[in-house]
């Protein structure tokens, strides 16, 4: 009987090892778990920082090349004023004559004209 419990205790022992093994390995998991997510943490914040860093470089890129464009157009604009103000002042004169002769008639009994009696 002594062997039978001897052996019922050995078994109990062995239960119990092999219960605190798996406890440990539990505990070993979520540690090695938690850890591991703290470190894919990391990771995603530095990559998004670095994602977030070359945007605005490409974004300052962009809205710089593009004031550089509203610059370039708006100093087209003054020009092409500057030049259609030059050729309406060139003009002007030319087409005032014309306007005036058209606009200033002075009627007169043409040369060839008889009159009929």
Same mark, same amino acid.
């Given at each position: 009987?002594?062997?039978?419990?001897?052996?019922i205790?050995?078994?109990?022992? =062995?239960e119990?090892? =092999?219960?605190?093994?798996?406890?440990? =390995?539990?505990?070993?998991?979520?540690?090695?778990?938690?850890?591991?997510?703290?470190?894919?943490?990391?990771?995603?914040?530095? *990559?998004?920082?670095?994602?977030?860093?070359?945007?605005r470089l490409?974004?300052?890129?962009i809205?710089?090349?593009?004031?550089?464009?509203?610059?370039?157009?708006?100093?087209?604009t003054? &020009?092409?004023?500057?030049?259609l103000? &030059?050729?309406?002042?060139?003009?002007?004169?030319?087409?005032?004559?014309?306007?005036?002769?058209?606009?200033?008639?002075?009627?007169?009994?043409?040369?060839? *004209?008889? =009159?009929?009696?």
């Open positions: 009987m002594t062997s039978q419990t001897q052996g205790h050995q078994l109990f022992q =062995a119990k090892q =092999a219960k605190d093994k798996l406890e440990e =390995a539990k505990r070993r998991k979520g540690k090695r778990l938690k850890q591991a997510k703290e470190e894919a943490m990391v990771e995603t914040d530095q *990559y998004r920082m670095q994602r977030d860093k070359e945007f490409k974004q300052s890129k809205m710089g090349s593009q004031s550089n464009l509203s610059d370039e157009i708006e100093e087209q003054l &020009g092409k004023i500057q030049e103000n &030059g050729h309406y002042n060139k003009c002007m004169e030319s087409v005032m004559k014309q306007l005036t002769m058209v606009c200033d008639m002075k009627p007169e009994i043409h040369v060839n *004209y008889r =009159a009929i009696k």
